[in-house]
């Protein structure tokens, strides 16, 4: 078979402008807590200076860098690690451009550096994402869940995908 294939995972503008907001606030909050620590002196000030960036810094360490097609599996590329999607169970590799659309997050991030976590909607039920750019989403459907993916070439990433998995059928 072929080697991996890479994909970027680009931002939509939308993730570019709730990451570029919910950053300066979180910044501006520790800036202003530390200003009130540094006038009052009182030690627990300091767990609202350290607390939106640790915040900030749990966000940036789930930011979804790219995704690999490998005969095995899909990688998800992660900052400082990789979440692995076998490609054994995999039913259907599908795009919907409106897949994320009217969902509800019920555990993650909903747009601090990414989409990534639990979700829900009417249209898929309850989903994982991977995100970047709801406008790229690709649904991967296993028997009991559904995960959604955001790569650069979604309409090549699905040929590629949906090529090994007919390699893999027996």
């Known amino acids: 078979m072929e080697s991996a294939i890479e994909f970027k995972a680009p ?3 939308a993730l570019r402008a709730i ?6 606030l979180l910044c501006a909050g520790s800036v202003a807590a530390l200003l009130a620590w540094l006038r009052v002196g009182e030690p627990a000030i300091l767990i609202a200076v350290a607390l939106p ?3 900030l810094l749990g966000c940036a360490l789930c930011i979804i860098k790219g995704y690999v097609l490998t005969d095995e ?5 992660r900052l400082g690690w990789v979440t692995r999607l076998p490609l054994d ?15 509800i997050r019920l555990f993650g991030n909903g747009g601090l550096l990414s989409f990534t976590g639990y979700f829900w909607n009417r249209k898929l039920g309850r989903y ?14 296993y028997p009991k869940r ?12 699905i040929v590629r995908a949906r090529t090994l998995l007919k390699h893999k059928s027996p």
């Open 146 to 157: 559904k995960i959604v993916i955001t790569p650069d070439d979604p309409q090549r990433f």
């Open 19 to 24: 990451s570029l907001g919910a950053s300066i």
């Open 89 to 103: 169970g995999l039913k259907s590799v599908a795009g919907d451009n409106e897949a994320m659309e009217r969902s």
């Open 128 to 141: 994982r994402a991977f995100a970047t750019d709801p406008s790229r989403s690709v649904v991967l459907s």
């Open 53 to 55: 960036l640790l915040i």
């Open 73 to 77: 599996a899909i990688v998800v590329k």
């Open 11 to 13: 931002w939509s503008r």
